[in-house]
């Protein structure tokens, strides 16, 4: 058995880093070392493949399954999910890596549920989802034809996020905060976006007098009047010096695309300075809850029903009533 790793734990077996670049270590004699690349979604696909060829094509565990799914279906997703999906990965291989795809069980999903649920309830239920997504795509590419042992088996119940941020916090955060999560919290407040969709906005989303969005996450595709404070918020943001521009609306200071972690940790600096505890994402909320017309708020954040906007925001200030008298 190998020696226990030290560094880099969340790289699967057989991979390692050397400065910047990531290889692949054989286990033959002598060992030799493939390198597979500085990009780290790149390196784990070309891992798996490299897992694969090194594999029996008789082999049908879930190990050699979720390799395949791992090189041909989560890089198709967004980045967020590959990261998400990447590490939840890594939690079910540790239990059913080994096992035959045939040989689990609705009683072993329940098992790990309710195991894995003693410290994660949300995390469990995610990763019995990929599971079952793996399981599915094993149906379908022959591995197996039993039934989907995650069919039936009831996840943890889950309560939905009811955080409302406050005007005085929103300030406060905002005061402490880069300008460049000045300019994402504005944008977040006044067009109700999620952060990944945030960031992917450029100069040419911005025509006809619109800011044109396409949800990541829903595929909606919304344009948004340009007009008020959002026309004054852009008119700031692509006024800048020719030296710090940019085809980004949210950019670093070398004009570069800001990523999902520069913005978290700019964000996060700034909320503990503050002393406040809510998330970026909750800004979002606000920004529906804040709005009077329900109509309005279910358009600009892109739910199907009203039905779901209402719930969203209630939850957040609670339902509005008149007194006895």
């Known amino acids: 058995m190998g020696r226990r790793r030290t560094k880099d734990l969340n790289l699967p077996p057989r991979m390692h880093r050397k400065g910047e670049t990531f290889y692949y270590v054989t286990t033959t004699q002598p060992r030799k070392w493939i390198k597979l690349g500085k990009d780290l979604n790149q390196a784990r696909i070309r891992w798996a493949e490299l897992e694969g060829e090194a594999s029996s094509p008789d082999d049908r565990t879930f190990a050699i399954i979720a390799r395949r799914y791992e090189r041909e279906i989560i890089p198709a997703k967004a980045i967020r999910t590959q990261r998400d999906n990447m590490a939840e990965l890594a939690n079910l291989l540790k239990v059913f890596g080994t096992m035959p795809i045939d040989a689990i069980r609705p009683a072993d999903v329940r098992t790990y549920l309710d195991l894995?649920?003693?410290?994660?309830?949300?995390?469990?239920?995610?990763?019995?989802?990929?599971?079952?997504?793996?399981?599915?795509?094993?149906?379908?590419?022959?591995?197996?034809?039993?039934?989907?042992?995650?069919?039936?088996?009831?996840?943890?119940?889950?309560?939905?996020?009811?955080?409302?941020?406050?005007?005085?916090?929103?300030?406060?955060?905002?005061?402490?905060?880069?300008?460049?999560?000045?300019?994402?919290?504005?944008?977040?407040?006044?067009?109700?976006?999620?952060?990944?969709?945030?960031?992917?906005?450029?100069?040419?989303?911005?025509?006809?007098?619109?800011?044109?969005?396409?949800?990541?996450?829903?595929?909606?595709?919304?344009?948004?009047?340009?007009?008020?404070?959002?026309?004054?918020?852009?008119?700031?943001?692509?006024?800048?010096?020719?030296?710090?521009?940019?085809?980004?609306?949210?950019?670093?200071?070398?004009?570069?695309?800001?990523?999902?972690?520069?913005?978290?940790?700019?964000?996060?600096?700034?909320?503990?300075?503050?002393?406040?505890?809510?998330?970026?994402?909750?800004?979002?909320?606000?920004?529906?809850?804040?709005?009077?017309?329900?109509?309005?708020?279910?358009?600009l954040l892109g739910h199907k029903t009203r039905g779901m906007t209402e719930h969203y925001t209630r939850q957040r200030r609670g339902e509005r009533v008149k007194p006895l008298r």
């Not at 949300?122 to 399981?135: P, V």
């Not at 599915?136 to 889950?158: D, F």
Request: charged share 25%.
């Open 116 to 299: 894995r649920g003693r410290t994660a309830k949300t995390r469990a239920n995610r990763e019995k989802a990929l599971l079952s997504h793996i399981f599915n795509h094993a149906r379908e590419w022959g591995y197996t034809n039993a039934p989907n042992p995650c069919a039936g088996i009831r996840g943890h119940k889950e309560t939905g996020r009811d955080r409302y941020v406050q005007n005085n916090e929103f300030t406060a955060v905002r005061e402490h905060a880069h300008y460049t999560v000045q300019n994402a919290m504005d944008l977040a407040l006044l067009t109700g976006q999620r952060p990944a969709d945030l960031l992917r906005l450029t100069r040419g989303d911005i025509r006809e007098g619109a800011l044109h969005i396409v949800q990541a996450k829903t595929g909606k595709k919304l344009a948004i009047e340009i007009t008020g404070e959002l026309a004054q918020l852009i008119e700031c943001i692509t006024s800048r010096p020719a030296k710090i521009g940019s085809q980004w609306l949210i950019h670093d200071e070398s004009g570069q695309p800001l990523t999902y972690w520069m913005l978290r940790n700019r964000f996060d600096k700034a909320r503990t300075a503050a002393g406040v505890s809510f998330q970026f994402r909750d800004i979002r909320a606000k920004s529906a809850t804040d709005m009077e017309d329900l109509g309005r708020a279910q358009q």
